[in-house]
């Protein structure tokens, strides 16, 4: 057993960390800086531009992707050193939607001008993608779903609407699943995997406001879409496997250790500037007894993960156990959110903490830490509800 | 970045795991409880063959020289065994003091005696005022011409009443919880002065109350320096905690998996209770409780444990969460066998027993919670205005 990293892995980590203080901007932070805090939408430049840095960058937008379409093919422990710098330094992240998801399923099973069309935008950063999966009769039953594809001729007439399609309002394509086939015998047998180019005439993105004010997701509606047939990916009424395997491919990063612990340390800092008691907060009891109790379950989780990622780099998959990263890394940042907001005290209640004429009022510190923990219920609901990846390790691992 | 063990880890655990399988099944476990000395000398005989009593000691003295996997890698298929001969008391707590602080005659004359298993020694440190603090100790060492004279009560010493030799630690000056001023004493459990009112645990294991009166000792029977212990006390104990962590951690394997396999076979309402969702999510709710259990343990065994900090981090950490995993993969372990686990006759609750036994020893939960809030939240930075904060 050894968990220290090898000469090459620190070589790397300090390359990692020379290239992000050499090239992350600092317009870019300051942008992120300041709407963060006046609660402003991230530009689509915001979210991409560090995307595409990378992407210059010996495919760093791609850690996962082979060499071959153009990604860096990083060993597991790079991964998660690379992933470690990134939240270290507080980089904005990738968007998943190209990279993670749509990306893989078009180098596995997509043809090879689908490869040549698609892949280079997706590392690049200049097109940007987004999810059509969920619909609104169709959550955790997702091969429920409802969207219709009819094939005519060298199109497919997509017709119906998707829902909770995050960051709609910036894509320049959606991957959809749709229902090519209403008689099969299981639902999962009619489904096929279509890109569809959002420009597309009969498509509407009406935003979809969560709890905390922010517009992240959206409703997509497809109002007989003509998509050509050359962008279905592999074959008809086979969706439900690439769907699967979009799902089951990527996990690095999936629990978010480096974030949360990140987000923690923060959470350290502003209970030393706020009182309590009289005291600095941190030092009380209560307080410093919930932040060691995040810390120990972020200690474990960080070597589930590295446990995980060892198995995956010996060849061996990662498995359904991935639903324990989920489950776990989605509870620690649901209570590292709680815990910033109860750091805070009354200063949890300004909405974006400004005044009606824009002035600042609270710690700065304090801004939307309550917007941050009603927004992060969302964690343990999407990407498969935490009940459902409870079914998923019933079924799978303990073979219930 | 590995979690593989080397051959010779593999080959250890594969010989600890056929003793256990072979030697030492359930049936002959319960019969070697009722014993009245509680363990069975045999055991004792056949790890001295093994090998298995120089695991922790350094190769000079024909130990294996093994470090906190090897030791790891032992006490979990021992959990997994309910193993109660005094292996971690006698090998690794003991045997590490001596290792640790003996001189060259004390080593060389008493390692190879504890691996060829002719003595066991264990360690009487608790006190009935301690709890576990190490460093409260009442139990008085005088000096008396050129021996010392011992008085004093030792609390819940595990394996007692199978050992040949203690190790008592005494104050020989400073206040009752001063850190310097304790001394250890290498004593034949024979001598005149020492008393031992010997009992069954309530998870079948052995301890004794060891009262001590006028026990004379001689100087050169002072182990380590003389009022300066607590330091190698407190590392031994560390080093202890995440043995008993690693036995933990076989144990909640076994509870675990066995409950899965009872609620798959349990049939009400005409079919598997493991088919109720209520079921199947609180069995998924102990394993990640098993799988989170094992990576601290990970993290314990992987740190630099010659690194005091990081050791007493380490231990702490280890100790805390395996703590509340023992809890609730226990109790839902016996939750969901129902009239099953509260009955004596079937092995589950002897399981539950003994791990919530080790989630007492050395420290519960909130008391390695304290201890690794002590160690992890000081010298917090301040914060920097100008920084964003970004919890997103």
Known sequence: MDTAFSSEDLKFQSDVREFISNNYPKELKDSIGT????????????????????????????????????????????KYIFEQECARAECQYIMPFGVNMVGPVIYTFGNEEQKAKHLPGILSGDVFWCQGYSEPGSGSDLASLKTSAVKEGDYYIVNGQKTWTTLAQHADWIFCLVRTNPEAEKPQQGISFLLIDMKTPGITVRPIKLMDGSHEVNETWFDNVKVPVENLIGQENMGWTYAKFLLAHERSGIAGVARSKKALERIKQIASAEMSYGEPLIQDPAFKSKIANAELELNSLEYTELRTLAKDSAGKGPGPESSLLKIKGTDIQQMVTELAMEAVGYYANPHLGTTLSNEYVGPDYATNLSGSYFNFRKASIYGGSNEIQRNIIAKMVLGL | ??????????????????????????????????????????????????????????????????????????????????????????????????????????????????????????????????????????????????????????????????????????????????????????????????????????????????????????????????????????????????????EAVGILQVLKDSTNDYCKNRKQFGQPISANQAIQHRLVDMMIEYEQAKSILYMAITADLSNPDDRRKAASAAKARIGKAIKFVGENAIQLHGGMGVVDEYMISHFFKRATMIGILFGNVDFHMKRYIDLTQSNIQSINEDDGINLS
Request: glycine fraction near 10%; charged fraction near 25%.
């Open chain 1, 35 to 78: 709407k963060r805090k006046t609660g402003k939408e991230l530009s689509r430049d915001d979210l991409m531009s560090w995307h595409k840095i990378l992407g210059k960058h010996n495919g760093w937008s791609a850690p996962g992707w082979p060499k071959q379409y153009g990604g860096a093919e990083f060993t597991p422990t790079q």
């Open chain 2, 1 to 246: 970045m590995n979690f593989d063990y080397t051959e010779e880890q593999t080959l250890l655990e594969n010989m600890v795991t056929s003793f256990v399988r072979d030697d030492y099944d359930w049936d002959t476990r319960c019969s070697i409880v009722k014993t009245e000395e509680g363990w069975k000398e045999e055991n004792w005989k056949k790890f001295a063959e093994l090998g298995l009593l120089g695991v922790p000691f350094e190769e000079d003295h024909g130990g294996l020289g093994g470090e906190a996997t090897d030791i790891m890698i032992v006490m979990e298929q021992f959990g997994k065994g309910l193993v109660v001969e005094p292996y971690m008391p006698s090998i690794i707590l003991a045997g590490g003091l001596i290792s640790k602080l003996g001189s060259s005659d004390q080593k060389n004359s008493i390692i190879p005696e504890i691996i060829s298993g002719d003595r066991r020694y264990v360690f009487a440190y608790a006190e009935p005022q301690s709890r576990f603090d190490l460093f409260d100790v009442k139990c008085s060492a005088t000096l008396d011409g050129d021996k010392y004279i011992i008085n004093g009560f030792k609390s819940v010493v595990f394996g007692a009443g199978m050992a040949t030799h203690l190790i008592i630690s005494a104050r020989t000056e400073g206040d009752q919880r001063s850190k310097s001023g304790i001394t250890l004493f290498l004593v034949d459990i024979k001598s005149d002065g020492i008393t031992l009112q010997n009992y069954p645990t309530i998870d079948e294991y052995r301890a004794s109350e060891v009262v001590i009166e006028n026990l004379s000792v001689s100087k050169e029977n002072i182990l380590g320096e003389l009022g300066n212990s607590y330091e190698a006390i407190e590392e031994q104990v560390d080093l202890s905690t995440i043995a008993i962590c690693s």
